[in-house]
Each structure stands twice: as C-alpha cells, then as structure tokens.
C-alpha cells in the first residue's frame, strides 16, 4: 500500500465550479498535511497547510482532515482555468525530515 | 527576496559521466532536500541534510551523492551508477523541523543523450 494515494484524475471541471481533490494516507501518526499545486513543467508550490481535524479556509481554497479515516481533501471553490494544474497531496512519513509525496490529482478546469 | 536557485536549468549527461546539480538557498533554512520527479510519478526523496556536514539516504540514494559543507549549498551528483538519470530534480528547503512544509527551488531536468 503505497503511503499517501491520490487519484490521478483527470479530474476535469467547468469554470466556477467547485472542484474537490482527495487524499488518502496510510500513517496513522502523521500530523502535518499540505497541498502542494505544480503547473507542467514548474515545481510545486505550497497552498495550504493543515494540522489538526476539521477545515481550513484561505480565500478559495479548503483543506479539510479527518485523522480517524486517515483522509484529506482540498475544495477549490468558483474553479478558474488558471487553477489547471497537478495537485499534490503530501505528510510527513518517520518524523519531520521526511515529507512523502502522492502522485498528484491533474485538475482541468474547462471555461 | 529569499528563495532558493537551482541550476542548470536544463542538464544533458552521456553515459557514463558524472554530473553535478547546485542548489542554493538564502533563506536561512537549516534543513535542505533532494527530491527526484519522473512523468506522472509523485516526488522522491534522494538525499536530506538537517545541518551542516551532515546528510542522510532518502528512498532512492543509490547513485547519487551530495555534500553539505556550507549550510546555503547542497549539490547533487548524479553519477554512473545511476542507471535510469532522466527526470526532474528538485531540491528543497526547510526549517529545521520542517513543519511548515518545504519550499522548493525551480529544478534541473536532467536528460541522457
């Protein structure tokens, strides 16, 4: 079972939808989880981070934890094509000096 | 402004030769990372140093090594050994303890010829 699972999409969405990017890992222990957006050909970039259960909200974007089913998502709400890009999912696997990595949701907003 | 600045860019080795990728950071970052990115696969992490001099193996070590002798450099060398080299290499920062997640540099995609 690999560590942290992403679907890899295309998840491919209208413009100004709301489009909802999940994460699954298999770390009981783990505490800190981030969202990570790489557009092709580019490295990523943090967008969010989040650390105890429940919901995060930064302007469009929410990053929602539940520890007891080992989840995480991320809602991006009125979708816009700029937001086309691959979303990686990441937490830290055997203490804080090792961030593991999904495969990445690839996310299409379509105008 | 901050951040850290990898290069080259674009990097063609033959077989059989060593190269070297730089990672440079001027954020004060004590704990830097190498991470490796083939198409479509997620990140994967090659070597990690949380100070100066010292430096541990990620998941796929073999065939590469690193130095850390000053705590804003933390250059790649991707050697013979390493059999399948293509991919996009991204090196990383962070604080000590990393819990703000890492910050990562622009990267160096390596391709043989």
């Known amino acids: 079972q690999k560590e942290v699972e992403q679907n890899s999409g295309p998840l491919s969405v209208p413009e100004g939808a709301i489009a909802s990017l999940n994460c699954t890992y298999s770390?009981?222990?783990?505490?800190?989880f981030f969202w990570y957006r790489q557009y092709s050909g580019k490295s990523p970039e943090l967008i969010m981070s989040?650390?105890?259960?429940g919901d995060k909200e930064d302007g469009r974007f929410t990053a929602q934890l539940n520890k007891a089913s080992q989840y995480v998502s991320l809602l991006i709400r009125d979708s816009q094509p700029s937001d086309s890009a691959t979303y990686l999912c990441a937490t830290f696997s055997g203490g804080y000096n090792k961030l593991i990595f999904g495969a990445g949701t690839r996310l299409a907003v379509h105008p | 402004d901050g951040g850290i600045t990898q290069s080259p860019k674009y990097l063609f080795r033959k077989e059989g030769q060593n190269v070297t990728l730089s990672c440079e950071q001027n954020l004060n970052h004590d704990a830097m990372y190498w991470y490796r990115q083939d198409p479509g696969q997620g990140l994967r992490l090659i070597y990690y140093s949380q100070i100066v001099n010292d430096f541990q193996k990620g998941d796929i070590a073999e065939g590469y090594s690193v130095s850390r002798e000053k705590k804003e450099s933390f250059p790649l060398t991707v050697t013979s050994a390493q059999k399948n080299p293509t991919a996009f290499y991204l090196c990383a920062s962070s604080t000590g303890d990393g819990f703000y997640g890492y910050t990562f540099g622009s990267g160096t995609r390596l391709t043989v010829v």
């Open positions: 989040i650390y105890s259960n």
């Open positions: 770390d009981r222990v783990s505490q800190s």
